[in-house]
């Protein structure tokens, strides 16, 4: 671990992967509720700012997956499959 790094942003990240390759409901919303704790000790360890209310959000959306108010699917951001366009001159 490096200094000046929030070790609990790799721990969230990690309960987050564990929820989503969870089998049963009830180790899901476990590790949801983990996920958003540990964001919410990312988000203390911060100082106030862009980096914080990131934390802080990223700890109420896992507090909804938990009661399950959300579907995970629906914040993946979508790919685009097509190559950018290239401008001719």
């Known amino acids: 671990m490096s200094f000046g790094k929030n070790p609990f942003v790799a721990k969230a990240e ?4 564990k929820a989503a390759d969870a089998t049963d409901n009830i180790s899901r919303v476990s590790a949801y509720r983990d996920a958003a ?3 919410d000790r990312a988000a203390a360890k911060e100082k106030p700012g862009k980096y914080r ?5 990223n700890a109420e959306r896992n507090r909804a997956l938990a009661d399950g ?6 914040r993946l951001p979508v ?3 097509k190559p950018p366009p290239t401008s001719m001159n």
Not at 69 to 74: A, F, I, N
């Open 79 to 81: 790919k685009s499959t």
């Open 53 to 57: 209310a990131e934390y802080e959000a």
């Open 69 to 74: 108010e959300d579907s995970p699917t629906e």
């Open 37 to 39: 704790h540990q964001w």
């Open 14 to 17: 990690a309960a987050e992967q």
